[in-house]
């Protein structure tokens, strides 16, 4: 029951993982069309858009937030290998629930503090004309995010399931 529920749980965020993944690139692709006009513009009429930085800087910021869930969750973040290759698979798999149970806490607080943040982010982003604590809504669901899975990892690291996510080994030192 409670293995469904993990798998279940596991699929979901695959799924997330995807949807955050496409609005990182659409934000990265708005940005690249709207300063490609704006050169244009620039090179052409002698006058720049001027909405086009303040947003570009917008959708830059949102578009690293929801890409720090994909890096994580994708296991393309930094991974030191070399201890992990002279322990033994016992002793690597209770590193690897530390590690967990350490970015747990670390994204728990996030989470935790996430209110007294926002509350304090006041005023609006000049030009774009939206809240302050708008930029912070996608970290912060990233946190939540990395929460979920490094409790997902846990389990799977606990029980022995053969559905471990391994570290995407691009090279070994």
Same mark, same amino acid.
């Given at each position: 029951m409670i293995k469904i529920a993990f798998d279940k749980l596991d699929y979901l965020l695959d799924i997330i993982v995807?949807?955050?993944?496409?609005?990182?690139?659409? @934000?990265?692709? #708005?940005? $690249? $069309?709207a300063n490609a /006009?704006? /050169?244009? @513009?620039?090179?052409?009429? *002698?006058?720049a858009i001027v909405l086009v930085w303040p947003w570009s800087m917008t959708l830059f910021v949102w578009s690293v937030f929801l890409g720090f869930f994909v890096l994580y969750r994708q296991k393309k973040d930094v991974v030191v290998l $070399?201890?992990?290759?002279? !322990?033994? *698979?016992?002793k690597q798999r209770a590193l690897g629930m530390i590690v967990h149970l @350490? #970015?747990?806490? /670390?994204?728990?607080?996030?989470? #935790?503090?996430?209110p007294t943040r926002i509350a304090n982010q006041t005023g609006i982003i000049e030009l774009v004309d !939206?809240?302050?604590?708008?930029?912070? #809504?996608?970290?912060?669901?990233? @946190?939540? !995010? /990395?929460?979920? *899975?490094s409790i997902v990892q846990v389990y799977r690291i606990y029980f022995g399931d053969d559905k471990l996510r391994s570290v995407n080994i691009v090279e070994k030192i």
């Open positions: 995807r949807a955050f993944l496409i609005m990182a690139n659409g @934000c990265l692709a #708005i940005m $690249v $069309v /006009i704006n /050169i244009l @513009c620039r090179a052409l009429l *002698d006058e $070399v201890l992990l290759t002279w !322990l033994s *698979d016992r @350490c #970015i747990f806490s /670390i994204m728990a607080l996030m989470v #935790i503090i996430a !939206l809240p302050r604590y708008v930029l912070s #809504i996608p970290f912060f669901l990233s @946190c939540f !995010l /990395i929460a979920l *899975d």
